[in-house]
């Protein structure tokens, strides 16, 4: 539970400082004091990404939101295919991936999945070191932790091995994994 409290107080940081800079445009508003849920929390993190969109359309960004997105299906050692399918679905449905063609999301996250099934190792360095290609950039950095948050946390709840590529993406994109509680 600690760790998702500093991951909402991470956000409403985020999404402060994303209001403050944007030109007259309006926050959207926090959870409220309470707790708040795990699916406010995605609902927070999946607004402040929207809020980014248009700064959102990079090959980097796309490449690196696919190969964290892979690492966190594939945390566990194994993604079976309705996991795949599952991810696959959350990937065409998130609103700033709609700024690219689904076939390009498709063939880049199932690129990356097909390697780390194949070799866990090897598809985990190469999947970090596209990860690491959107460090020059760091808003985009920030939107792809953001978007293996929002996968990880779909279902409510982030494993210790998503926790752990996150926090992992976060060093390869020279972002502190302490600003996402992690």
């Not at 107080?9 to 959870?31: E, F, N, T, Y």
């Not at 932790?145 to 590529?165: K, S």
Request: proline fraction near 4%.
């Amino acid at each position: 539970m600690a760790m998702w409290d500093r991951i909402k107080d991470q956000a409403k940081g985020l999404q402060q400082a994303q209001g403050a800079r944007s030109s007259g445009g309006h926050a959207p508003s926090g959870s409220g004091s309470g707790g708040g849920s795990k699916a406010q929390l995605v609902g927070l993190l999946k607004s402040q990404l929207s809020s980014l969109k248009t700064e959102l359309k990079s090959g980097s960004y796309r490449d690196a939101s696919m190969a964290i997105c892979a690492l966190v299906a594939a945390a566990d050692g194994s993604v079976d295919p309705a996991e795949r399918q599952h991810v696959e679905s959350l990937i065409l449905q998130n609103d700033v991936l709609q700024n690219f063609p689904p076939e390009q999301l498709r063939q880049r996250f199932n690129k990356h999945v097909d390697q780390l099934m194949f070799n866990f190792p090897q598809g985990k360095t190469e999947a970090l070191q596209e990860i690491a290609k959107a460090a020059k950039k760091p808003v985009e950095a920030k939107a792809v932790v953001q978007t293996g948050f929002v996968v990880a946390g779909a279902d409510g709840y982030i494993a210790q091995a998503e926790a752990q590529v996150l926090r992992e993406a976060c060093t390869a994109l020279g972002v502190s994994p302490h600003e996402f509680g992690l």
